[in-house]
């Protein structure tokens, strides 16, 4: 392994963020192909509207990534009555995410003409960092700390 290598590999796992965020990456990629499957499908296969798709399919993903999340990417202890508060929090930022994702979907394809499929890319993207900045901050945010472990 090279130096260069060996620095970037420290760097990488010496930092708690870094981390974090590669793994929030491979848990959000996971969701949003789940997301996507579930928008198309729904959409191109059983004749729903777009819209409605996709709120499906941001919710269903939602419940893979609180999950994954909790458990691998924060590896946040808590359980029991804690994980109802968890939960409500998760719940607000995901509606909160739900509310931005949909008005994007629907705003760039109704008024910019973009295909759904186009403004979902965009609209995801968005609440990726949304997600991210929120879930990390607040929703398992370690207990008497102000950062996630």
């Known amino acids: 392994m090279s130096l260069y290598a060996t620095y970037k590999h420290r760097f990488i796992f010496k930092h708690t963020i870094v981390r974090q965020a590669i793994k929030f ?4 990629g996971t969701s949003a192909v789940i ?3 579930l928008l198309y499908l729904l959409t ?3 004749g729903w509207w777009y819209v409605y798709s996709a709120a499906v399919g941001f919710v269903l993903s939602a419940v893979f990534n609180f999950t994954s999340n909790k458990l691998w990417t924060f590896r946040n202890p808590e ?3 804690q994980v109802v508060s968890q939960l409500a929090k998760y719940g607000l930022v995901m509606g909160l995410g739900l ?7 629907y705003g760039l394809t ?5 295909d759904y499929r186009l403004s979902w890319v965009f609209a995801t993207g968005v ?3 949304w997600n991210f900045m929120f879930n990390r901050f607040w929703t398992f945010r370690h207990p008497g700390t102000n950062l996630p472990e």
């Open 35 to 37: 997301n996507f499957v």
């Open 25 to 28: 990456c491979l848990v959000g």
């Open 79 to 81: 359980r029991g009555r």
């Open 99 to 105: 509310f931005i994702n949909t008005s994007i979907i």
């Open 44 to 46: 191109e296969k059983l």
């Open 110 to 114: 109704e008024s910019a003409g973009f």
């Open 127 to 129: 609440v990726t960092v």
